[in-house]
Nanobody, 119 residues
Framework: QVRMVESGGGWVQAGGSLRLSCVVSGSINSYNTMGWYRQAPGKQRELVARITYGGSTNYADSVKGRFTISRDNAKNTVYLEMNSLKLEDTAVYYC?????????????WGQGTQVTVSS
């Protein structure tokens, strides 16, 4: 079973930066598209950014121009570089595969990594 382990979160002041990492225990190559998701308290989990095997990227409007997703297929790792962080970026961040049809309700998730942005 493929497992994801996210890391790199922490506390940062508004305007600061963080770099998240997600190591996939199985072969990341089995997933054409990987995504970073986040879930803020009281809100549904949302897609932040996604990247195809070949490196094509797509971002949510709320993070466009501030976040950069990348992947190293040889290291089975996906990254999320976050700059100019805002209070509203506070959430638990997860990585997982991305599917056009969406992820099934029983999809397995990692523990996530907490990002807290303060003023």
């Amino acid at each position: 079973q493929v497992r994801m382990v996210e890391s790199g979160g922490g506390w940062v002041q508004a305007g600061g930066s963080l770099r998240l990492s997600c190591v996939v225990s199985g072969s990341i190559n089995s997933y054409n598209t990987m995504g970073w998701y986040r879930q803020a308290p009281g809100k549904q989990r949302e897609l932040v950014a996604r990247i195809t095997y070949g490196g094509s990227t797509n971002y949510a409007d709320s993070v466009k121009g501030r976040f950069t997703i990348s992947r190293d297929n040889a290291k089975n790792t996906v990254y999320l570089e976050m700059n100019s962080l805002k209070l509203e970026d506070t959430a638990v961040y997860y990585c997982n595969k991305w599917l056009l049809a969406g992820l099934a309700p029983g999809t397995s998730w990692g523990q996530g990594t907490q990002v807290t942005v303060s003023s």
